[in-house]
C-alpha cells in the first residue's frame, strides 16, 4: 500500500475522522508552576509541572496500577495507552499506562474543573487544551493482513448501498485485494440495533466470529435505535435507549479487543432528509458514540460522514436515510483514505 504524498488531505481526514486531537508527544521539560490540581491533563505545550510527564499532549503521570493515579483525582485510572497510539492520537514512542479521567458526557469530569470537558472519551481542560500537529505520516508497510480478515457489519445504509462493493473496487485498484477476494459482510437492516439483545450488531460479530478471526472491522451502528423515537419529550444521554445503545456499542468494542481485532473504523452518519426526530436521536448518540469509540480498548477510529454529505442531497436515496450510489463511493472513499493514512494495509 502506498503512503500518503498529501499534508492537506493529511490534516483534513484527520480533522474529519477526529476533530480536535492532542499533540504527539513523548513528555517534555518540566517547570516549577503549579499543583497536580492545576496540571493534570492540561495541554503540555513545552512544558509540564514537576512530577509530571507530556503523554497524549496533555500533562500526566506513568503508572502501573489505579492506586497511582486517584491522588490527583478521585475518577483518575490507569489507562492503557497502546489503542491510541494505533489510532493515531498519541506517539508511537508511547507503550506505557498513563492516569486518564475516562468519560462519556461533560459531566463525568466535572469534579475536575469548570473548563474540563469530555474530549473524544478522556477529560480535557478546554483554556489550555492539546493542539494538532500535523506531520507528514510515515511510509506505510504492507501487514500480512488476509481479505478474510476485514469484516464489515452494521445497517440497512451498508447493507442496501453498494459500500462493499466500492471498497473492495479501490483496494484492487491500490494493490491492497487480489481479483477473486472479498471482504466478509454480515451487514444487516434486520440485526442492526446497537443495544444487545436478538437482534443487535453483535449477532452479526457472533456470526463473523464463528466464520473466523478478524484484525478489522468497519461499522456503523446507531440509527436502528433511534428509529424507535426513544423517550418522549426531549432527547438526553439518560434516556434508556440512548443508554443502552451505547453500552451495547462498548460491550462490543471490549468483546472485539479480546479476540484479538486490531482496527475498529466507526463510520457515522450523516443528517437524515426529512426526519427531525431520527436527526435528534443521531445528535443525542453521536457525541456519545464518539466518546465511547476514543477510550474503546480496541484502537477505534471515528468517521463523521456529517462534513462530508452537507449539501450533497444526491448522496441519500429517495427514503432520505440510506446512501444512494453516490452516497455509497464517498463513504467508501473516506474509509479507504483513513485506512491508508493510519497505514492499515491488507
Not at 60 to 68: G, I, K, L
Not at 323 to 334: E, I, M, N, Q
Request: glycine share 8%.
Amino acid at each position: 500500500m502506498r503512503s500518503r504524498e498529501s499534508n492537506t488531505a493529511w490534516a483534513w481526514l484527520l480533522a474529519l475522522a477526529w476533530g480536535v486531537l492532542g499533540p504527539s508527544c513523548d513528555g517534555g521539560p518540566v517547570d516549577e508552576a503549579g499543583s497536580s490540581e492545576t496540571h493534570f491533563l492540561r495541554g503540555c505545550g513545552q512544558s509540564c509541572a514537576p512530577g509530571f510527564t507530556c503523554s497524549c499532549g496533555v500533562c500526566t503521570r506513568a503508572c502501573a496500577h489505579a492506586d497511582a493515579c486517584t491522588a490527583l483525582a478521585a475518577e483518575a485510572e490507569c489507562v492503557a495507552v497502546e489503542p491510541r497510539v494505533a489510532s493515531g492520537r498519541c506517539s508511537p514512542s508511547e507503550t506505557a499506562s498513563y492516569c486518564e479521567v475516562t468519560c462519556l458526557v461533560d459531566a463525568d469530569c466535572a469534579s475536575l474543573g469548570e473548563t474540563v470537558r469530555c474530549d473524544a472519551g478522556y477529560c480535557r481542560h478546554t483554556d489550555s487544551p492539546p493542539t494538532l500537529e500535523p506531520s507528514t505520516p510515515p511510509p506505510c508497510e504492507r501487514a500480512d493482513i488476509a481479505a478474510s480478515e476485514v469484516v464489515i457489519l452494521g445497517d440497512a445504509l451498508i447493507e442496501l448501498s453498494p459500500f462493499t462493493e466500492y471498497l473492495e473496487q479501490t483496494a484492487r485498484e491500490n494493490g491492497a485485494l487480489a481479483e477473486g477476494e472479498h471482504y466478509r459482510s454480515y451487514a444487516s437492516s434486520l440485526m442492526s440495533f446497537l443495544a444487545e439483545g436478538a437482534f443487535a450488531i453483535a449477532s452479526q460479530y457472533t456470526t463473523s466470529r464463528a466464520e473466523g478471526a478478524a484484525r478489522v472491522v468497519i461499522m456503523n451502528g446507531g440509527a436502528t435505535d433511534m428509529l424507535q423515537h426513544p423517550c418522549a419529550g426531549a432527547l438526553s444521554p439518560d434516556c434508556p435507549q440512548v443508554r443502552a445503545a451505547v453500552r451495547g456499542a462498548e460491550a462490543l468494542f471490549s468483546r472485539m479487543a479480546a479476540d484479538g481485532v486490531e482496527h475498529v473504523v466507526y463510520v457515522f452518519y450523516s443528517d437524515p432528509r426529512n426526519d427531525a426526530a431520527l436527526k435528534e436521536g443521531l445528535d443525542t448518540l453521536r457525541p456519545l458514540l464518539h466518546n465511547a469509540c476514543g477510550r474503546s480498548p480496541v484502537a477505534c477510529h471515528w468517521i463523521d460522514l456529517h462534513p462530508a454529505f452537507e449539501g450533497h442531497d444526491d448522496y441519500l436515496g429517495p427514503d432520505g436515510i440510506v446512501w444512494s450510489d453516490a452516497g455509497a463511493r464517498a463513504s467508501s472513499t473516506l474509509v479507504w483514505e483513513l485506512l491508508e493514512l493510519r497505514c492499515i494495509p491488507w
